[in-house]
């Protein structure tokens, strides 16, 4: 099988160093495949790429090289073994060759603040953006003889669209617009564009809005690409998706619920700011509704907290309505490494959506909701039925193509 390119957009924060740190060291056999959805057993056997057929590239508005973001999360959070750091760290600096300037332009004061200072942000179009990220994306194919590759959007949250102005909803009515110096779009859709214009599948790990549009979707279907999002869901969300149908199965009626998240990464420091935080906030809390058929009082909080790194830690409150009116209380403590979790999941989407392209999919991959917590393609939130659906999915043979 030739090689897929693995081009993650945010390629030296937590969540994209610790994939690359995680997919060297299991080339090298050096960690059990722990975490990972790709070697359950219903997935062994369907063709997936192979670790050492994954070759990573990147855009990052950062220059401190992935061996020093790793060995921070070694020592600052005890998130990796420094060990492992140390035996991939050819594989590290080898990648660092192939990361290249990203784009901030819109993308709000919260992302701007974290890039290096000085970091440029030109004052290009939106297609010539496009154009520029696609030249990056041209030559990494030419240099490492890739036959395809997918984007994967591991870059912090955006704010949501504040401008008042809608984006345009159709295909037609963006491409019109994309040389125009007064039209803007946020980076993660400049990204996704980018990506299904030129035939690269693209996944959005975040809550951003990435090719979650009318416009994009329409674009997919034309150039027979496939995509999914939004917002991985490695944690607090995660736990509801399972929780959530228990209630609803046993008719307890669930009064409210309410989370409470602390976090100390980059990650928590973006979501620091009101208009990033709502955009996550908003991914998070839907949840409940779709799965219980109403809406509960509800409350999500999340806060950053710097001492505590790369971990974070939710903690959830239920209150539901048994038998004969009875009230009665569910609580919950979740803490995990918030890259430990995450990195995984980025490692088994890339492959799982390298097989769909070789299949000849196109359009938004439902199936693959049991990873996001707004997932594009399907209504569907209880994790059980999500992951039936995945299993469903690999057990299609690789000649039926499907177009969603």
Known sequence: MPNTGLWMIGARGGVATTAIVGLAALRRELIPPIGLV???????????????????????????????QALLLADSSRAIDRRIVEQCRPDLDETDLEIRPGTVRNGGTAIESVADPGFPIPSRTVLETVRQIQADWSGFCVRKNLQRMVVVNVASTEPRNTSGEPLPDTWTAMESRLDDPGFSLPPSVVYALAAIDAGHSYVNFTPSTGSDL????????????????????TGETLLKSVL????????????????HNIIGNMDGQVLNDPANKATKVASKDHLLREILGYSPQSHVSIEYIRSLGDWKTAWDHI???????????MQFTWQGCDSIL???????????????????????????????????????????????????????????????
């Open 38 to 68: 790709s070697d359950l057993e219903p997935f062994r056997s369907i063709n997936l790429a192979g670790w050492d057929q994954l070759v990573i590239g990147g855009h990052e508005i950062r220059t401190a090289s992935l061996a020093s």
């Open 319 to 329: 209150h539901f309505r048994g038998f004969l009116g009875t009230p009665m209380t």
């Open 342 to 404: 995450a990195a995984p999941l980025v490692l088994d989407l890339a492959r799982f959506t390298e097989l769909a392209a070789r299949r000849g999919e196109a359009g938004e991959m439902g199936w693959l909701s049991c990873f996001f917590k707004s997932p594009q393609g399907t209504d569907e939130h209880d994790f059980s039925k999500q992951f039936a659906m995945l299993c469903d999915w690999a057990r299609q043979p690789e000649h039926a193509p499907r177009t969603i």
């Open 244 to 259: 959530a149908p228990m209630f609803a199965h046993r008719n307890l009626d669930v009064m409210s619920w309410v989370g």
């Open 214 to 233: 009318p416009a994009l979707r329409e674009l997919a279907l034309a150039r027979g690409v496939c995509h999914v999002g939004r917002d991985a869901k």
